[in-house]
């Protein structure tokens, strides 16, 4: 959750990021993919000791795989400046 953690900190500091909706949608995108790899993650944790643990791991694997297309595994300062770049261009 290191990118919601960054928004949410940005957020409560300077207020609502002023976005297109492009790069808004964009940044909701990254907390619900973030939010959701979370949760797979317990709940893969949990079922440690079934035979279902493994597939999780598919799920996970696209998860992860749209979270990175998203960012491009930048870090969230950097990830910022360039939706606000983009915002503005």
Do not use: W
């Not at 979370?38 to 079922?47: E, M, P």
């Not at 696209?62 to 870090?75: I, M, P, R, S, Y």
């Amino acid at each position: 959750m290191r990118y919601s953690r960054h928004f949410k900190q940005l957020i409560d500091e300077l207020g609502q990021p002023q976005f297109d909706k492009h790069q808004f949608k964009r940044m909701m995108n990254i907390v619900a993919v973030e939010r959701c790899i979370s949760v797979l993650q317990k709940i893969k944790k949990i079922n440690h000791s079934t035979p279902e643990f493994h597939k999780y791991d598919q799920i996970l694997y696209g998860e992860q795989k749209l979270l990175t297309e998203l960012t491009a595994n930048h870090d969230p300062e950097i990830l910022l400046k360039e939706m606000y770049r983009m915002s503005n261009s």
